[in-house]
């Protein structure tokens, strides 16, 4: 099985920075690609950014890019979200997640950070 975990989060004031981690254990696991994803209250979880975990091809949603950079240390099993010039709408319980090579949808996830962005 593999295990992910965040962490990271935080309370911070608008126009702050949070890097968030998540490291992943258990089986050896290569995956396809990792991503950060967040949920508001009272929303929907939505995609952030991805990477790819080979060659390191990112995607990001747009309300985050250029403020947002999501990297990865291989050796690690580390994915890193480094989030600059927060703003409220930012807040949310941020997860990530892993797709297997074989796997067309992220099938790991896990246990979520809050993030708190106040003006």
């Known amino acids: 099985q593999v295990q992910l975990v965040e962490s990271g989060g935080g309370l911070v004031q608008a126009g702050g920075s949070l890097k968030l981690l998540c490291k992943s254990s258990?089986?050896?696991?290569?995956?396809?690609?990792m991503g950060w994803f967040r949920q508001a209250p009272g929303k929907e979880r939505e995609f952030v950014a991805t990477?790819?975990?080979?060659?390191?091809?990112?995607n990001y949603r747009d309300s985050v890019k250029v403020r947002f950079t999501i990297s990865r240390v291989n050796a690690e099993n580390t994915v890193y979200l480094q989030m600059n010039d927060l703003k409220p709408e930012d807040t949310a319980v941020y997860y990530c997640?892993?797709?297997?090579?074989?796997?067309?949808?992220?099938?790991?996830w896990g246990q979520g950070t809050q993030v708190t962005v106040h003006s």
């Open positions: 997640a892993a797709m297997a090579p074989s796997a067309s949808r992220y099938e790991y």
């Open positions: 258990g089986r050896t696991f290569s995956p396809y690609a």
């Open positions: 990477i790819t975990w080979k060659n390191a091809l990112t």
